[in-house]
């Protein structure tokens, strides 16, 4: 069936009509994407050109996809430019923020980071399994504990990704079912295929360990999974609060099912007479990508099918925006509603453009690619519309989202609440630098030195990187490539320093290193400030960790 977005003018023209007073607590949606790009976002689009697409990437996309690979560039952009129209207007009235940036290149660390308004590297967390093994420590506060003191609704839709899983699961199947006693290994990925296949196979892959668990961490309600990814159709590791769903029919389209149970939660909570605060992480677009239904598609033509498709999944996720805009209208509470959309990192190249245009890079890279994503924040009679170049780091939206409901703020956190500069309060925002680190891995993107090969290792080995952005530029160090992890870099790679003027080269094509040894030199102290400041790394890349600290200063590791 198809929707109408002539709704669109009549859901805005109720923005302003509610009786609402400025003591009223705003609903909150922070709505976050999965590995979804900068480029494939409207705003950010809307001012790309062909030039703008990484050549290298694309020519590996044309080789990958042949004939049906080779359109013009311009086409996939011009699908960007109009697969949420919905999300279009909210940032035409909203502020558009330039330079955002999720606390890791990764999904869980990212999620981590963001939940807590803290850089998740405080205790160690740098990469996926840093997050998988050993979740948010329980002394961390999450987003929706203070909330909910406050007297707000809580909910979950759609990924979860912060916990373990549940070892429940791995007791009935070692003990019970094989009738063998637990082995002393924690992890099982790999080491018994049958095991592990049994373990996908049930909702292990999708469950939370008590205590990690979205109900345990001051959440009310939740609606999803707990895993990197899940299907387009016919979902089987759903979870309902501490209930595994039912099989979903075949047919059933995931983000159409994660729209329905958003907007259920809003209206439940506004028949309720609450206010809510709704965590939206649907999978758009985490593979594995199966076509949307057809009316999400018909309307894109750039020639190829999958570029369509993309589209199409994206198209889906702003019907179910429309949908939850008009609920709030129905409530009026279009007025009282703060609405954030971000993502967790940028998007991998094996997928199609503009990918992260205008940046270099992708998932899990240190490469702004990967970390640099889109942000729009929108509330009538707080943000005007336009675009903002201040620095902002994803941490910054649980103290910006606690400080607008008038929640306590955690006094322990990273992140600096940006609703003064918001309301215009405040000339410019809450930062001048920010640092950043991570593993700099081909596993999810392209390899630059190797021509994209990679193997097993890659996510383990890869090297670690960290940057500092202070003012235009930035500083980034990253550790040397180990002999032997690239087929074609045998020997390894050396060390890097790398210095950008990120403002007039986005893409990150001009080192500038040997020209500003004064700057490099400052910058590598910041560096090693930010570094010192964190957790070292818990499951790998400690060594190049503790390297890193050597070549920016002597501090020891904390």
């Known amino acids: 069936m198809k929707f109408p977005h002539k709704t669109l003018p009549w859901l805005f023209s109720l923005v302003g009509l509610a009786s609402l007073s400025a003591a009223d607590r705003p609903n909150v949606i922070v709505l ?4 979804v790009g900068k480029g494939w976002i409207p ?6 050109s062909a030039d703008d697409i990484e050549p290298e990437i694309y020519a590996r996309y044309v080789q990958v996809h042949g004939h049906q690979g080779a359109v013009d560039k311009q086409k996939h952009i011009e699908a960007a430019q109009a697969c949420m129209p919905t999300l279009s207007r909210l940032a035409s009235e909203g502020t558009v923020f330039n330079q955002a940036y999720a606390t890791a290149a990764l999904c869980s660390p990212s999620r981590a980071g963001l939940l807590t308004g803290s850089f998740q590297q405080d205790w160690g967390a740098y990469w996926n399994k840093d997050v998988d093994d050993f979740g948010i420590p329980p002394e961390r506060t999450v987003i929706a504990e203070p909330l909910a003191r406050a007297g707000y609704r809580t909910g979950v839709v759609g990924k979860w990704h912060v916990a373990p899983h549940d070892p429940a699961y791995i007791e009935k199947i070692w003990v019970e079912d094989l009738g063998q006693e637990l082995p002393v290994a924690r992890y099982y990925n790999g080491l018994w295929p049958e095991i592990d296949k049994r373990l996908r196979d049930t909702a292990w892959r999708s469950s939370s360990q008590p205590g990690f668990h979205p109900l345990d961490r001051g959440f009310d309600y939740y609606y999803g999974y707990n895993s990197h990814d899940d299907v387009d159709y016919g979902s089987a590791t759903l979870w309902e609060n501490h209930e595994l769903v039912p099989k979903r029919p075949e047919g059933e389209f995931l983000t159409d099912l994660f729209n329905e149970k958003a907007c259920a939660f809003i209206r439940d909570s506004l028949q309720a007479g609450d206010p809510f605060f709704l965590y939206y992480a649907p999978k758009t677009l985490h593979g594995p990508i ?3 239904p057809g009316h999400y598609t018909e309307q894109f033509s750039s020639g190829n099918q999958f570029t369509d498709e993309y589209a199409g999944h994206l198209l889906a996720l702003d019907h179910g ?17 703060l609405f954030i959309f971000t993502a967790d990192n940028g998007c991998t190249l094996y997928y ?8 270099r890079g992708g998932k899990g890279t240190g490469w702004n690619g990967g970390l640099n994503v889109p942000l729009i924040v929108w509330q009538p009679g707080l943000t005007t519309g336009g675009e903002s170049d201040e620095l902002v780091s994803l941490a910054d939206l649980m103290p910006t989202v606690l400080d607008a409901a008038g929640a306590d ?17 405040a000339a410019r925002g809450p930062r001048e630098s920010l640092g950043s680190s991570g593993i700099h891995s081909s596993r999810w993107s392209y390899s630059y030195e190797a021509d994209g090969e990679n193997n097993k290792q890659d996510a383990t080995e890869a ?3 960290a940057w500092l952005i202070d003012g235009d530029y930035q500083l980034m160090l990253v550790a040397p490539i180990k002999p032997g992890l690239y087929q074609k870099l045998p020997d390894g790679y050396a060390a890097q320093t790398l210095l950008y003027d990120i403002k007039s080269d986005p893409r990150q094509l001009q080192n500038l290193a040997e020209e500003h040894p004064d700057r490099v030199q400052a ?25 890193m600290l050597k070549r920016t200063g002597t501090d020891t590791p904390k």
């Open 321 to 337: 925006i429309e949908m939850m805009l008009a609920v709030l209208a129905e409530y009026g509470q279009l007025d009282n509603t």
């Open 409 to 425: 703020i955690p006094g322990d956190i990273d992140g600096r609440t940006l609703l003064p500069y918001l309301r215009g309060q």
């Open 43 to 48: 705003p950010y689009a809307d001012h790309l």
């Open 463 to 465: 090297p670690l990187y």
């Open 32 to 35: 976050l994407l999965d590995d």
């Open 523 to 547: 910058m590598s102290a910041g560096i090693h400030q930010w570094l010192s400041a964190r957790q070292e790394p818990l499951t790998s890349q400690q060594a190049d960790y503790e390297a």
């Open 290 to 292: 199966s076509a949307p």
């Open 352 to 359: 199609v453009p503009p990918y992260n245009a205008p940046n």
